[in-house]
């Protein structure tokens, strides 16, 4: 099977961070870049940041744009997305997906895992 597998969610508190995992399975993600995109409780699926395949600056949206960043450690076939500063906005469903290049529309992106939850409570 080729898809991603998210982990690392879970409650947390405003001002508070987290750390989000994505390991591919069944294919090396070294090849690809990586995409973050998360969907918030009622509403569409949205981009939050994309890593390049060799490095570079990469993508963030701007409502997380100074609080997240994001990181990819090829030998353990893994993308992270770590989130600091986090807001009650920031709650949703976080999924990763893999594209040939970090500016694609999402629905080029695929191998779509089944995301983990981030919940931002007090």
């Known amino acids: 099977q080729l898809q991603f597998v998210e982990s690392g969610g879970g409650l947390v508190q405003p001002g508070g961070s987290l750390t989000l995992s994505c390991t591919a399975s069944g294919f090396t993600l070294d090849s690809y870049a990586i995409g973050w995109f998360r969907q918030p409780p009622g509403k569409l699926t949205e981009g939050v940041s994309c890593i390049y395949k060799n490095g570079g600056t990469p993508y963030f949206d701007d409502s997380v744009k100074g609080r997240f960043t994001i990181s990819r450690d090829n030998a353990k076939n893994t993308v992270y997305l770590h989130m600091t500063r986090l807001e009650l906005s920031d709650t949703a469903i976080y999924y990763c997906?893999?594209?040939?290049?970090?500016?694609?529309?999402?629905?080029?992106?695929?191998?779509w895992g089944q995301g983990t939850s981030v919940t931002v409570s007090s």
């Open positions: 997906a893999a594209a040939t290049h970090c500016q694609r529309a999402q629905s080029e992106f695929g191998h």
